[in-house]
């Protein structure tokens, strides 16, 4: 079948649609995962905030709730990747997405195992390096997204990585809407990923009057900042991050170790692996003691406000497009909606176009 809207990923991922519900931490569980895929989209869960045992729990709820394909976004980068790779195989999840690019062995494991991988990036080189190692799609976020993002925009990013490489191409970063859709294929994507959109869904676990908040934020009421953990991210702009960018380095760090005890209490991790995987942040991405130490902060005040419902107390991961969403329909719902006007986008460009006008 080949169609404007039925793209390399529909095949590839075995969905019906060319939509891609991203991995959000404490956000992205089975049921907004499942209602994803039931609705012809490919689903994502978010394991960076699962121990092992709750993640194959996870899945195994999932495949309860759905018979469609689903992927688990995972993070090369921690310490029993391994196990979450083995998992995944024997569970015959489809799709393996990682936030960070996994290493050329891991591809090829998944690979082997028939798993598809789909690596973020935010920049071309990054881009053209995992298409290198093997992966199967990459997903590009412009600097308009949420959480870890950077400068570029969506607009500028994606021709960039569309042009330099063979595999299909997400765009992510802005997208909400059946006519962004359609701009991401005329400019050479095979489908969109969003990640707030979902957020704002009656299928998102996320307490209402935190989804009450991201409603009534504008296109302005966002914020890049690094004082988080070390790294520029967009999160929603509240006092509590007002005050946290303005918190000196000590307090900063006095936060962050107290996160991470908390994080280490939450899923159970041995100190020895918290310790390993900060040396290992630190040698693979560059960071200075100081950002492994501050990034601690980022799994748990998130979940302060996620899932506790404490924004005063913790921030929210949103990209530039909350200002832009209104209402909380199901997945089922949004996706035809997304569908539906893209389709109408398609046919109001119907008819011969006059090379002379």
Request: hydrophobic letters at 45%.
């Amino acid at each position: 079948m080949t169609t404007a809207l039925h793209t390399r990923i529909c095949d590839l991922f075995g969905v019906r649609y060319p939509i891609v519900q991203t991995g959000m931490g404490w956000v992205s569980g089975p049921r907004l995962t499942a209602a994803t895929a039931n609705a012809g989209g490919l689903g994502i869960l978010a394991s960076a905030t699962m121990s092992y045992p709750e993640l194959e729990t996870a899945i195994r709820e999932t495949r309860e709730l759905t018979d469609a394909p689903f992927g688990v976004n995972l993070r090369a980068d921690a310490p029993d990747v391994l196990d979450r790779v083995a998992l995944l195989i024997r569970e015959r999840v489809k799709v393996a997405s990682f936030a960070l690019a996994p290493k050329p062995e891991l591809i090829a494991r998944l690979k082997d195992a028939g798993v598809v991988v789909v690596p973020s990036v935010g920049a071309r080189r990054h881009a053209e390096k995992v298409a290198g190692w093997g992966a199967d799609a990459v997903v590009v976020q412009g600097g308009e997204g949420g959480g870890h993002t950077g400068p570029v925009p969506t607009t500028l990013l994606l021709p960039q990585v569309v042009d330099a490489v063979d595999i299909p191409v997400i765009a992510a970063g802005g997208f909400f809407d059946g006519r962004g859709l359609v701009a991401a294929l005329a400019y050479g994507a095979a489908g969109i990923a969003m990640g707030t959109r979902f957020l704002l869904t009656s299928d998102s676990d996320v307490p209402d009057a935190v989804k009450q908040l991201y409603l009534g934020a504008s296109v302005t009421d966002t914020v890049v900042t690094d004082a988080l953990d070390g790294v520029p991210q967009r999160l929603l702009r509240t006092p509590f991050v007002d005050g946290l960018a303005g918190a000196g380095r000590t307090r900063r760090l006095a936060r962050a170790l107290r996160s991470a005890v908390a994080f280490q209490k939450l899923t159970g991790t041995p100190w020895r692996d918290m310790v390993r995987e900060g040396l290992a942040m630190r040698r693979s991405h560059g960071l200075a003691l100081s950002q492994v130490v501050l990034a601690a902060n980022t799994p748990m005040l998130l979940k302060a406000a996620m899932v506790d419902g404490r924004p005063e107390l913790g921030v929210m991961s949103t990209g530039q497009v909350s200002g832009l969403i209104d209402d909380l329909p199901g997945c089922a719902e949004l996706i035809d909606r997304i569908m539906g006007q893209a389709r109408s986008v398609l046919a109001s460009f119907g008819g011969d176009v006059d090379a002379g006008v």
